[in-house]
């Protein structure tokens, strides 16, 4: 880390610059909470719970994607007359799962058989209903769920009385939820939910508006503390992620302020980086490239991927890519613009490997279809027409008939590898 010169020692990095609170401290704070677009959406959800009888709703989001800070904020906000269970540690059978739940509610559940506690949880919950309360139990870290512990959660969130559903549920958890849920021998859970949301990361404003909100919630008015080149570097290596956004401007604010200044500038930032000794991120994946892969430049790497955009029968434009990741969505910063209204703002996305290209669904409103048939995510062929809405994107492989690469791109093209919803 950054040495402070002995000239700094006796002036706080709070009181340098000019700051009540640490604005980028990596625990969870409701009191610095962003709400973007998305993360207020999945607030809302959340609260669906509340009003819907039979509220079931699952939040993904990446590793760092403030779901924890979410799931507080929810939390601090309820009424007196809601109960609720939070269970984070979620790597146990069901009897333990059970068991952790019942200990939330208070309840001491331990030397007892599966069946009495379903027998104790099930009294409870019908008592609570009796006095007017609602009950919501949240599973954070969902991911780690095993699948007879999933199939215990559905059996649970059909306990009713005799008019309505009794238990409200929240899963949370990492992009790895949403897979496991898509698995077919969960499909009777699926149905029970009636709400799914994926947190993805910020785009450049709101990565932009995210800074200079907890700048401004620690004390920090105005919001100058970064110079303007900064903020392009700042999501290039986060890639818009929360944790990872305040773990690179904490790092370079250290670094301003051991070398005294007073606004932290694009060389700060790169200083970070090397003493993070960070790779540019790779969009929704949750990690660093281990690859050391930069994102690429049109026109800078040779071309492996030409896709078509077409409406109503005729070509809009035709794009060609390098191997890599192409973002396609109605906002503009996107790779793939498509101004539509029937498009998400980031819809799907195209990958480009050394075997082809798969497309996959972003948890876009209207889903992405090859033919007839809906996908959530499929290994293209060359030739293969994806549509989105009114929209159609013809897919084709540039190395097809190369050095006979066209066997390579069409390898492992079994139906089993096309998931559909």
Not at 175 to 201: A, C, M, W, Y
Request: charged residues 25%.
């Amino acid at each position: 880390m950054p040495v402070v010169s002995g000239k700094k020692l006796g002036m706080s990095y709070l009181e340098h610059f000019k700051l009540e609170e640490q604005p980028f401290r990596l625990t969870p704070d409701p009191g610095f909470v962003y709400w973007s677009k998305q993360h207020a959406r999945a607030k809302a959800y959340m609260e669906s719970t509340i009003w819907l009888a039979d509220g079931f709703v699952v939040i993904t989001g990446e590793i760092g994607s403030g779901k924890t800070t979410l799931l507080q904020s929810f939390l601090a906000e309820l009424d007196e007359d809601i109960v609720y269970a939070v269970v984070s540690q979620t790597q146990l059978n069901a009897t333990e799962f059970l068991q952790a739940v019942l200990t939330e509610f208070g309840f001491k559940p331990f030397n007892k058989d599966k069946v009495e506690l379903l027998d104790m949880l099930n009294m409870f919950l019908i008592e609570q209903y009796s006095n007017g309360k609602k009950v919501v139990l949240i599973v954070d870290e969902a991911q780690n769920l095993s699948k007879k512990v999933l199939e215990e959660i559905r059996m649970l969130s059909g306990i009713e009385t005799h008019k309505e559903k009794v238990l409200r549920i929240i899963l949370a958890g990492q992009p790895e939820l949403k897979d496991t849920l898509d698995s077919p021998n969960l499909k009777q859970l699926v149905q029970r939910v009636r709400l799914r949301f994926h947190i993805g990361p910020l785009d450049k404003g709101e990565m932009r508006e995210y800074i200079d909100h907890r700048l401004s919630v620690a004390g920090r008015r105005p919001n100058d503390l970064f110079a303007e080149e900064c903020f392009d570097a700042i999501h290039r290596y986060t890639g818009g992620v929360p944790r990872l956004i305040n773990t690179l401007c904490d790092t370079a604010l250290l670094i301003a302020f051991a070398d005294e200044k007073d606004v932290v500038s694009v060389d700060d930032i790169w200083a970070a980086v090397k003493e993070l000794d960070w790779k540019e991120h790779e969009y929704n994946t949750g990690v660093f490239s281990q690859l050391n892969k930069p994102v690429f430049t049109p026109g800078t790497e040779p071309s492996v991927t030409r896709v078509e955009i077409r409406s109503e029968d005729k070509t809009l434009s035709t794009q060609s890519f390098p191997l890599g990741r192409v973002i396609i969505g109605r906002s503009p910063d996107n790779e793939i613009y498509i101004k539509s209204k029937f498009v998400s703002r980031h819809h799907a996305q195209l990958v480009s490997d050394e075997e082809g290209a798969t497309i996959q669904d972003l948890n876009s409103t209207n889903g992405i279809f090859i033919g007839d048939k809906q996908v959530k995510k499929h290994r293209l062929r060359d030739g293969d027409v994806i549509s989105m809405g009114v929209h159609e994107l013809v897919y084709h492989d540039l190395r097809a008939g190369i050095d006979g690469s066209e066997d390579t791109a069409n390898a492992g093209l079994e139906d089993d590898e096309a998931s559909a919803i």
